[in-house]
Every structure is written in C-alpha cells, then in structure tokens.
C-alpha cells in the first residue's frame, strides 16, 4: 500500500469516526458540556487527548501540540474554567 492509499484510508476512516461520534452524542438524552461550550480545536484535541490518556503532564500536551507551554496553560485554564477537565500537582 502507498503512503497517498495509507493516507486516504486513514483520512476516510476519521471522517466514519466522526461521523459516528455525532450520532452517539446527538442519541443521548443527557446534556453534553461538550454542546454548552464553544471550543476551540486546540481546546477539543486536549479534551480528547485527556480523555484517551486519563492524564497528561504540560510538556506531554505541548508536544501533542506543537506549542509552547504557556499557550497550554491557557488551553488549561479555559477548559477548567468550563469545568471540562481537572488539573492537579504531580507528586513527583
């Protein structure tokens, strides 16, 4: 398989994951705050980044990124504020 199939499988295959990610939320009954909020990419891509980790440490999520630290404090920050997600102190 070429590098442009591999890629055109992989785009084809996010659009399905997209479009069943829709139908699942749009079938629940429950208020998502994901649908309260507008998010921005950066700010979705935390979420889901956090979501699939259960955790991550700054640097971990600048990297997933390709930004810099303090911008990630301000994705933090904002996600906290719309109470999405939870920051804590690394014990180490």
């Known amino acids: ?10 785009i084809s295959r996010i659009g399905e994951l997209q ?3 829709g139908r699942f939320l749009a079938q629940r009954r429950a208020p998502s705050p994901l649908f ?7 700010q979705l891509k935390v979420v889901m980044l956090l ?7 700054g640097q971990d999520l600048a990297h997933h990124l390709d930004v810099g630290l303090g911008t ?12 999405l997600v939870t920051r804590r102190e ?3």
Request: no cysteine; hydrophobic share 30%.
């Open 1 to 10: 398989m070429s590098v442009d199939d591999e890629r055109d499988r992989l």
């Open 19 to 21: 479009r069943d990610l």
């Open 36 to 42: 309260d909020t507008n998010l921005t990419m950066r």
């Open 51 to 57: 979501a699939y980790r259960d955790s991550a440490s």
């Open 72 to 83: 990630v404090t301000g994705i933090v920050d904002r996600l906290v504020g719309h109470g």
């Open 90 to 92: 690394d014990p180490n």
